[in-house]
C-alpha cells in the first residue's frame, strides 16, 4: 500500500505491532489450513505485515516452495525480518518492500505463482478492485487467488458491554471516512469475479471465544485493541467522545472476569482461480 492510497487507521506504534503479532498467532493455523497446500507451491502473499503468516504459509509450501512476502510499512518488514531471525527462519520467506497497487515483481515473475493471497489489506485501499486485479494478473493459469478480509458488521459481543455498539458505529464510520470499506468481506467473490477469476469456494473462518476458552482474554485484548488503535480516527471522525470511547473499553475488558461471556467475530474467506 502507498501512503496516498490507503489508509491503515490504527497506525503502526509499538503497541499496535504487539496486537497484530498476538493477532497472527489466533489466526493463522485457521487460515493455512484453509488454503490446503500441498506442498511445492510458489505462493504470493500481499501485505505480508509481520510476516508470520508468510512464514507460516512457507513452512506448508515446505522446502520445495517458495513464498514472497509483499508490505509497504519499512517498520513492519524489519520487525517480520527481526522475529524470522529470532525463529532461525531468516531464509523462510523473502520479503520486498512495495506498494499493493504496485507490486515489486521482475517481469518474469508475472503469471508464475501458484497462489496469491491477501488478508486484511481490500479494507484499507480505495480500489480495492485494482488490487485483486493485480492479484490475478500475478497468478500462473489454473492457479489461486485466495481473499481473506473483514466484514466489520458482524462482530457481537455477550453480555453486550456497554456502550461497545454506538463505538463500533464510529469505527466503521471512520473507515468510510478514510476512503476504506469496512464491509469489504461480503464483497470478495464479486471482485474476483470482475477481475477476471472463477469465484469457487466461500467460507466464514470463526473468529471468537467464550469464557472457557483459554485463549478468550487474547481475544478480548485484541477487540480493546483495535478499538484504541482507532481512537483519534474515530474522534476525528465525530459523532463520540473520549468519555465514551474509554467507557466502552472499560466494558469490554471487563468481559475477561465474566464466566458467561463471549466474543462472536469471522473473517470472509474466498478463493478464485484464474481462467487459462
Not at 3 to 10: F, K, L, Q, R
Request: aromatic share 6%; with cysteine; charged share 25%.
Amino acid at each position: 500500500m502507498s501512503e496516498s492510497s490507503s489508509h491503515y487507521v490504527h497506525g503502526t506504534s509499538p503497541d499496535e505491532q504487539r496486537r497484530l503479532s498476538r493477532l497472527n498467532d489466533l489466526l493463522n493455523s485457521t487460515s493455512v489450513a484453509e488454503m490446503a497446500l500441498q506442498g511445492g507451491e510458489r505462493v504470493l502473499d500481499v501485505g505480508s505485515g509481520l510476516g508470520q503468516l508468510s512464514r507460516a504459509i512457507a513452512r506448508a509450501a515446505g522446502p520445495r516452495g517458495r513464498v514472497i512476502g509483499i508490505e509497504r510499512s519499512p517498520d513492519q518488514i524489519a520487525e517480520a525480518q527481526r522475529q524470522a531471525a529470532e525463529a532461525g527462519e531468516e531464509r523462510l520467506v523473502e520479503f520486498r518492500s512495495g506498494d499493493v497497487l504496485a507490486f515489486p515483481l521482475r517481469n518474469d515473475e508475472w503469471g508464475t505463482f501458484d497462489v496469491v493471497h491477501g488478508r486484511f489489506i481490500l479494507e484499507h485501499v480505495p480500489d480495492p478492485l485494482e488490487v485483486v486485479r493485480a492479484m490475478v494478473r500475478a497468478v500462473r493459469p489454473g492457479g489461486r487467488i485466495v481473499l481473506e478480509d473483514d466484514d466489520h458488521d458482524v462482530m457481537r459481543a455477550w453480555p453486550e458491554p456497554e456502550g461497545l455498539r454506538a463505538v463500533w458505529e464510529a469505527y466503521i464510520r471512520s473507515y468510510r471516512i478514510a476512503g476504506n470499506d469496512p464491509d469489504i468481506g461480503r464483497k470478495l467473490p464479486a471482485l474476483l469475479h470482475a477481475a477476471g477469476a472463477w469465484p469457487r469456494r466461500s467460507r466464514w473462518i470463526f473468529f471468537g471465544a467464550c469464557a472457557g476458552d483459554p485463549d478468550f482474554p487474547a481475544y478480548v485484548d485484541n477487540l480493546a485493541g483495535v478499538v484504541e488503535g482507532a481512537r483519534a480516527a474515530m474522534l476525528a471522525g465525530g459523532g463520540v467522545t473520549a468519555g465514551a470511547i474509554d467507557l466502552a473499553l472499560a466494558s469490554v475488558r471487563s468481559l475477561k472476569a465474566r464466566p458467561d461471556s463471549a466474543l462472536w467475530y469471522a473473517r470472509c474467506w474466498t478463493e478464485g482461480v484464474a481462467s487459462g
